[in-house]
């Protein structure tokens, strides 16, 4: 079992031996749907991800801390001990102040350890059963870690606020896209292209500060320490 949180931060003179021509991120992610929109994320950038090699064969990263930038660093930092290259880990999930932040961190197992993102939806609606109106705000949070060697590059974040619908609709995304709407109640972020997911998304939002960080890092006047971590 694994639950830490200690490494020595990346120096401005590590960060900075970054080739941003050939950034190689390697994902560390059981997550398909995770994996799909950062591919797309990343997509005509300078930067490629592809899964982690042998992701499922490492050993486990148990995730137990009580933030996502915990959780989020931790993972980066052990799985990046298993590449050369750069290991990106994105620890997110759903908050509702009307439930004291839940799921939250615990976002992927609400519904237990062996349920479904349809258990968990499920479970989420019943809980909201009887809350209307601004009870009913929703936020998805994303942390990105991205770390290389067992020393941590970036961490960096964002949300995006939305309100929960009353039933699951639309088929794209994952998770618990089907009952998260846009503020207006139009629709939910199951029933948008993925294109426009990453547009409006806490993860597409996290994305591209990433980027403009390792961005900074290819330009002569760009800082290691500004912007790098959130
Ligand atoms: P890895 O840890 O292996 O990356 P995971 O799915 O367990 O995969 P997390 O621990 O970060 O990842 O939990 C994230 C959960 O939060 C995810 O399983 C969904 O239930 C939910 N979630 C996060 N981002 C989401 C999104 O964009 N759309 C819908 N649900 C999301």
Redesign the pocket.
């Known amino acids: 079992m694994n639950c830490y949180l200690s490494t020595s931060a990346a120096t401005h003179d590590e960060v900075a031996t970054l080739d941003f021509e050939t950034v190689n991120i390697f ?5 398909s ?2 994996l799909r ?1 950062y591919s797309e994320l990343a997509n005509g950038s300078a930067l490629t991800i592809a899964l982690l090699p042998n992701f499922t064969e490492l050993p486990p ?1 148990e ?1 137990c801390a009580a933030t ?1 930038a915990e ?2 660093a931790g ?1 980066a930092l052990h799985y990046s001990r298993f590449a050369h290259e750069i290991v990106l ?6 908050v509702v102040p009307a439930l004291s932040g839940a ?1 939250g ?1 615990h ?4 519904a237990g350890p062996n349920g479904t ?1 349809r258990d ?1 939806v499920q479970k989420l609606l019943g809980q909201m059963e009887g809350k209307q109106g601004t009870e009913r705000r929703a936020r ?3 942390v990105i870690a991205v770390a290389r060697q067992g020393s941590i590059l970036a961490v960096v974040s964002d949300f995006v606020e939305g309100i929960l619908a009353n039933e699951a609709r639309g088929a794209e ?5 089907p009952i ?1 709407c846009f503020p207006d109640g139009s629709r939910t ?1 199951a029933e948008i292209s993925p294109v426009e ?1 990453n547009r409006y ?3 597409g939002k996290a994305f591209r500060k990433l980027a403009e960080f390792l961005n900074s890092l290819a330009s002569p006047l760009g800082s290691a320490t500004s912007n790098s971590t959130v």
């Not at 976002?107 to 609400?110: F, G, L, T, V």
């Not at 995304?173 to 896209?177: A, E, S």
């Open positions: 994902l560390a992610s059981s997550n749907g995770k929109e990263f995730e996502f959780n989020a993972k880990a994105d620890d997110s999930g759903l799921p961190v976002s992927a197992r609400y993102a968990c998805f949070v994303c995304g994952f998770g618990y896209d998260f972020f997911k998304s806490h993860r």
